[in-house]
């Protein structure tokens, strides 16, 4: 075994480097979590589609997604995909990280909307009925309104938890700071400096982000009720 | 004599196994009030339930200002309703709920403005000036830009009264709104639906077990047992007059 020791100046001599992939791990983990956002709302419409066999396989196929390993999707994604024949086609690494990861949080993301909707009261589907609401008016004015800010602290979590899980997507060569820890590491024989670095990137986003899911999470439990900070407190921490 | 705004024709209603409702015929006219009375489970809330359409009847007939609510016709036939032709009808009734049934993440001027506007499509200034009006009268123009949780029950069910008024209904059901309230607060709400019942002349069906005040507002009572009409009558008729003895019994136990 060759260890290298700690050196400052392989520190900032690598510092920029791998600076220079946090633009695409940002990028990657916004969009991906924009797409998972997007596509949760499909898995839980599809789950409410009144059909035996249909909601047992789109419960099965979330099941699925959600208990094989991210890692395996990415790779199925990238190199798989493109072999089958007829619908496969070939992603760059990027889309196909977003796709990956995307659809696997979505699934994750489906279940918070599903429990966010069973949480709003039987009455308010009542009154919205009673009040002659559109299915889509009701939705949008009064279902969602009340589902979603609840969620929302568990959905910030899942973005922490997702930024923590964009790494992976160096293995197919997505040249976030990742891979730019990597490739520094082979170049100069270096790896503690540059996945210090890297380490120290991901604390300085994840805590702030933790911090500020923790304040909207008062925020949306104060919205509308002047009495519900303290139940907030006491519903426990982030991540 | 007018045409009944409400007619229900040998209407049933099961749940599973269970029969809750063996018939049910009544007619209301425009501007009847009627309370229904009966033992609780005896199927009350059911009845005004498959009016405003939460419930549909397992058999029989409810017809709206001359509209069959749950059937209509496809092809020469008699088909189930679609959602279309039950939001056409629908939009003459109105309902105040046992547990108010707020929107939470509005104010109370909003609760009362979002379906007017939404439903409707009618001008928001209009509404806005309605609704304010609406709930003057119910006697909270001061808390417009509260949030229901900041009110107390008997103020909440006022609220939800004035949401409903708004709509303008032609029909107006109450299922025992003042049953989830701390008795001290009772009066003030039906103070309220009296007020409406005076002055107003959309039919009303309360559920209540408030005898004095359906003694005091209803033209009709019906007295509601074991899933059918035991009896009806004018208020006085039915609450002091009859010599039904279940319903006595019934009364009885209510007015001590
Ligand atoms: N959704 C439902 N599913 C099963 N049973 C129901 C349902 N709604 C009402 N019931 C039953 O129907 C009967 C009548 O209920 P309800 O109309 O609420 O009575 P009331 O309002 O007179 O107390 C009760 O036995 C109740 O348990
Ligand atoms: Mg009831």
Redesign the interface.
Known sequence: MNFTYWSWDTFFDALPFVLQGLGITVGLTITCYLFALTFGFVWTFLRRVPNKAFNWIVTWTMEFIRSTPPLVQLFFIYYAWPMIPGVGFALNPFASAVLGLGIHFSTYVGEIYRSGIESV?K??W??S???????L?KWK??IL??AI?PTIPMLGNYFIIMFKEVPLASTIGVAGIMLMANTYGAQNWAYLEPLTIVGIIFLVLSYPSAVLIKKLEVKMNT?????AAVKSDQKGAVM | MSEPIVKFQDVHKSFGDIKVLKGINLDIKPAEKVAVIGPSGSGKTTIIRMLMTLEEPTSGDIIVDSTNLWKMEKKGKMVKANEKHLRQVRGDIGMVFQHFNLFPHMTILENCMTAPIHVKKENKEEVRERAIQMLDRVGLGDKLNNYPSQLSGGQKQRVAMARALVMRPKIMLFDEVTSALDPELVGEVLEVIRDIAKHDDMAMVLVTHEMDFALDIADKVLFLDEGVIAEQGTASQVIEHSTNERLQGFLHRFRR
Do not use: M, S, W, Y
Request: avoid cysteine.
């Open positions: 009261d009455g308010q009542e009154a009925r009673a009040l002659n609401f559109t299915t008016d004015k009064i309104p009340q800010p919205r509308f009720d002047k009495n």
